[in-house]
């Protein structure tokens, strides 16, 4: 893993924008002030040109020809930490993409946290209905929209931010920080598995936060504290080595789909509940103030099924509908081919069926053996005449968890609390951010996430946008959760 400075090298050929300059503000005389939104307030025009110059780099890391511009994220995010005041501010590449790692370690005997985003963003070309250029930044309604707006760039530069604020306020920061930055997120972060294993004594640290994340609402905040996992099946039933005349060989020979079918009925009983043996063993419990906690979240089962589109929400018997998405594992047939589909009618009995399932996880599935409970059952099932066959496939992801009580969460609380003047929502995520897990697995922390983006921001789709007030938020949320942090 070799290490790049934040300069641009003369052999790497960035675009223009790769080369970036910000106003010194560490000199000897700098405007200081005790109040930490004077000095927020005071910079904001600026803060707001800071963030448009950044998205207007298309660092897209699914398009082999944007790699130049994911470098020129990186260097800009570590021209940007310096420039904040943080003295060791490097880009390190992992495989073929960089990685932004910054450190200030000026607080002997306190806590060390780990701040975490990425720079990289989802495409944005064919996706109709962007009411401007996705990398041409336009304020609009206390809005600025831009790819990458609210996933991940401005929620990665509100803390940015706020280190600047502490340092020149205070001169100093109440906690060591570090900082890690990824340029692979939106492609599963193939590589970064291997970057923390091989750096995992320059990322050591007692706790993480997330700028990778969102509240619930503007008025209403969010802590989560789990996550979801996942892994993937590939499903194959074969009969034939061609299709078959369903007239000459029908009621002779097997079918394939039926097969299928037949395989797939057998996942879940007549509850919803999962029926594969061993799939449920490791499941964790929920206490009634777990499951108290999520009760208290509104959730409009009408306006839930709008947004779905069903006209009645199902799944597994005895559970809410959050429960079924934070506490319950899943296994869900994401596709299926087989036979005939097009117009017309085709008397065959098809050669083969294929079936694509992912199963989400919860704490405490593992999910290389949740995999192999999968294959296993699928695999043991009898169809005479048919073959049956499932592939596990990568790029699986642990669930994760963290305490209620955790100390970092709970220093998280009394700032949400005192910005939100309300209780946040403890809430229990459905999806999956890989990472979480990993820095659990490899570092031993458990992470917090903080981002002050909202669900309702279009991330991945067109006109992307976050809220210029959320962006000031997360600002000032950031420093005030690592002065608690001091103290937690």
Known sequence: MRCISCTPPADEHHRPHAVVRFPNTDHEGAAVTDHYDDYLDAGQSRFIDEL??????????????????????????????????????????????PMVYGAWLGAPGAPTVLIYGHFDVQPAEGQPGWLGAPFEPAIRDGRIYARGATDDKGNMLAPIVAIETLLRCDGRLPVNVKFLFEGEEEILSPDLPAFIEAHRELLACDCVLSADGWQWSESEADLRLSLRGVCALDVKVTGSCRDLHSGSYGGAVANPVRGLVSILGSLHDADGRIAVPGFLDAVREFSANERARLARIPLDDAAFRNRAGVPEVAGEAGYSTLERI??????????????????????????????????????????????????????AQSLPGLAVSAEILPNAASPYAIDYDHPVNLAAREVLYELYGREPYYTRSGGSIPILALFQRVLGVSTVIFGFGLPDENMHGPNEYLRLSGFRLGQRAYVDVLRRIQKA
Request: hydrophobic share 40%; with cysteine; aromatic share 4%.
């Open 326 to 379: 934070g506490m319950r594992p899943t296994i869900e047939i994401n596709g299926i081919v087989g036979g005939h589909t097009g117009e017309g009618v085709r008397t065959i009995i098809p050669a083969s069926a294929q079936a694509k399932l992912t199963c989400r996880l919860v704490p405490d599935q593992e999910p290389e053996t949740i995999a192999h409970l999968l294959k296993t059952h699928i695999e």
């Open 52 to 97: 448009s110059a950044f998205l207007s780099i298309p660092s897209v890391s699914s398009d082999p020809q944007r790699i130049d511009d994911v470098f020129a994220a990186a260097h800009w995010v570590c021209a940007r930490l310096s420039s904040a005041g943080v003295p060791e501010a490097r880009v390190l590449r992992a495989g073929h993409y």
